[in-house]
């Protein structure tokens, strides 16, 4: 493609994209393709020949795009916010275009001290503490894993790394029962073992129970484990719980373990003081990792990483090939010391584009925004009769369930799952679901960048249509 023809297309992609997000409500929320539909309707093999790229915009209209799940409508209410946004999308156009490797500082000097300062201006506007130092990792699943992998270097000596896990001992990690599943994952590609994780039941309101937390680690030191690592979650996955950091921050301070937090979604809520009462006892805490990517309207991937003390995270993962040694060595953060891959992506770029062109206080006025909404529709909820909220609203996801007076358990769980398919079949709206205690619950998240009143109360109005619409087909609400 010569420079002439780039900039043709870069025009007409640069076109294609706004005109996503203008008309971005009439694609149908959640793809209807049936599975294997668009791998068979690409070629088997590969052009061996050149094709021309009006060809390939002409496919990605045609296979691609009705394949594709819109996680930026305003109408995507499922899983978890991955929110994005237009000066995102254009400074990750030139990333992708300088392709620079951001392993250490010398391959891009620019895109490690950006990296520094957006880390710097991201600890500031969260309110965490100065002596954290921050890294941007490709997903928290990874500073997750970081986090434990540290954890059993500092509780090992470092010597696990060098000699292998036999010098470790029976590690155990601990998490609440409602934790992300990458905790499990990172104790198992740690070398620690899913078995050594130890899922800590959670109290009403699914935070985790620290009594609980304290009897499991007391039964585990007398029976010859060694504590390594405790994940405290702010804003679960399933409920956005919230785990109490001090109480748990004082069982690692007295009993010499690592304490992670991994606040992906609700780490966004920090930039808002009235939000800062999750913090409270950050000073117990080791290690953080947030997602501009999941709520700071920045494009995946882009996930903050901190740390209370860099050089063991750097101690855990640094090694020095011949080819990378360099004479500033020592004097400047060469960031593929602090995480797993070497080839680091130039992030900070979208982070720092996103956070001029808002502002902080636009940014927070956004967050704000969604929390009111969440709170919002809990209310409307609430209200409704055979309606019933399952879980505290504190963040930006509404958990709840349809449940007529007199069905059993099991036949409204059938129900509120047929009633999540049926909604996400008309691709007007998209929500998902989880459950609590037995129960099939249906989630709303509304975070996304678009998201407004208008969209909240059009899908609740959808779902309480529907369920109305079944109750006056069959009588009763017919649950098969
Ligand atoms: C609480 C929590 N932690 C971790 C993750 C994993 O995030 P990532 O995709 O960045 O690894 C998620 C994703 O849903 C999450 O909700």
Not at 100 to 127: D, F, K, V, Y
């Amino acid at each position: 493609m010569n420079s002439d023809e780039f900039r043709k297309y870069g025009h007409e992609i640069v076109e294609w994209i706004a005109r996503y997000y203008e008309n971005i409500e009439q694609y149908p929320v959640k793809s209807k393709s049936a599975p294997g539909s668009v791998k068979a309707a690409l070629p088997a093999i590969p052009p061996t020949g050149s094709e021309s790229f009006d060809l390939f915009l002409k496919d990605f209209d045609d296979i691609i795009m009705p394949g594709i799940t819109h996680w930026q409508s305003p109408n995507f209410f499922a899983y978890f916010p991955a929110n994005s946004s237009p000066p995102s999308v254009l400074a990750e156009m030139l990333t992708a275009a300088l392709g620079t490797q951001c392993m250490i500082w010398e391959t891009s000097p620019a895109a490690a001290e950006l990296e520094e300062r957006m880390m710097e201006w991201l600890r500031e506007m969260t309110g965490l503490p100065s002596c954290f130092e921050g890294v941007i990792q490709d997903s928290a699943s990874s500073a997750t894993l970081a986090a434990i992998i540290t954890a059993r270097e500092k509780v090992t000596r470092y010597a696990s790394n060098r000699e292998g896990l036999s010098v470790a001992g029976r590690l155990r990690v601990y998490c609440s029962a409602q934790a992300h599943s990458s905790v499990e994952k990172g104790a198992g590609v740690a070398g620690i073992g899913r078995e050594n994780l130890v899922r800590v039941p959670v109290k009403g309101d699914y935070s985790i129970d620290t009594d609980a937390l304290r009897k499991a680690v007391e039964q585990d030191l007398s029976a010859g484990f060694v504590p390594c690592c405790v994940v405290a979650t702010l804003g679960t996955t399933g409920t956005t719980a919230i785990d109490p950091l001090r109480p748990v921050g004082e069982i690692c301070r007295e009993k010499n373990i690592w304490l992670h937090v991994d606040a992906a979604i609700a780490g966004t809520a920090l930039l808002l003081p009235e939000m800062r009462w999750m913090a409270d006892g950050m000073e117990y805490v080791d290690s953080l990792v947030f997602n501009p990517h999941k709520w700071m309207f920045t494009n995946f991937d882009c996930s903050a990483y901190f740390v209370r003390d860099a050089a063991s995270l750097i101690r855990t993962f640094e090694i020095l090939p011949e080819y990378l040694k360099t004479r500033t060595r020592g004097t400047v953060n060469d960031y593929r010391d602090w995480g797993i891959p070497l080839g680091r992506r130039f992030r900070a770029l979208k982070l720092w584009a996103v956070i001029r062109t808002y502002g902080v206080e636009r940014l927070q006025e956004m967050i704000r925004e969604h929390i009111r909404l969440a709170k919002m529709l809990a209310g409307l909820i609430e209200a409704e009769k055979d309606f019933k909220v399952m879980a505290p609203v504190v963040l930006n996801t509404v958990c709840f369930r349809f449940e007529p007076e007199g069905m059993s358990l099991e036949q409204a769980n059938r129900l509120n799952e047929k009633i999540n398919h049926k909604l996400n079949d008309t691709g007007r709206i998209y929500l998902t679901h989880t459950t609590v205690d037995g129960r099939y619950v249906l989630r709303m998240v509304t975070a996304q960048t678009t998201v407004s009143e208008r969209h909240v109360l059009n899908a609740w109005e959808m779902i309480k249509d529907y369920v109305s619409a079944l109750s006056a087909e069959h009588g009763a609400v017919d649950v098969d």
